[in-house]
């Protein structure tokens, strides 16, 4: 059984710093697509970040500020993000797909975790 669990989600002032973290378990992701998506309440799900192999893709609002990468001996994807804005304020959700062709759609994304709360206060 695939599972993608996401931590590091939390409370930051404007201006800080978190690093979220999608684990993976169940099968191996090191050639396939993976992407973080957010939603705020109210809001649909929205693209932030996608990675293949080397590849990355990322939507304007979080580019300069957010870097997704990924450890392929831990099967796990990474999103550090900088400077962060309070219109940064949502559940972010770690997704990965069969392929290596990177979608910013969600429909494109097979697997998806939990979700970790991120809070960007003013």
Same mark, same amino acid.
Request: net charge positive.
């Given at each position: 059984?695939?599972?993608?669990?996401?931590?590091?989600?939390?409370?930051?002032?404007?201006?800080?710093?978190?690093?979220?973290?999608?684990?993976?378990?169940?099968?191996?992701?090191?050639?396939?697509?993976?992407?973080?998506?957010?939603?705020?309440?109210?809001?649909?799900?929205?693209?932030? !970040? &996608? =990675?293949? @192999?080397?590849?990355? +893709?990322? $939507?304007?609002?979080?580019?300069?500020?957010?870097?997704?990468?990924?450890?392929?001996?831990?099967?796990?994807?990474?999103?550090?993000?900088?400077?962060?804005?309070?219109?940064?304020?949502?559940?972010?959700?770690? !997704? &990965? =797909?069969? @392929?290596?062709?990177? +979608?910013? $759609?969600?429909?494109?994304?097979?697997?998806?975790?939990?979700?970790?709360?991120?809070?960007?206060?003013?």
């Amino acid at each position: 059984q695939v599972q993608l669990v996401e931590s590091g989600g939390g409370l930051v002032q404007t201006g800080g710093s978190l690093r979220l973290s999608c684990v993976a378990s169940g099968r191996t992701f090191s050639d396939s697509a993976m992407a973080w998506f957010r939603q705020a309440p109210g809001k649909e799900r929205e693209f932030v !970040a &996608a =990675r293949s @192999g080397a590849r990355t +893709y990322y $939507t304007d609002s979080v580019k300069g500020r957010f870097t997704i990468s990924r450890d392929s001996a831990k099967n796990t994807v990474y999103l550090q993000m900088n400077s962060l804005k309070p219109e940064d304020t949502a559940v972010y959700y770690c !997704a &990965a =797909r069969d @392929g290596s062709t990177i +979608y910013s $759609t969600s429909n494109k994304y097979v697997y998806w975790g939990q979700g970790t709360q991120v809070t960007v206060s003013s």
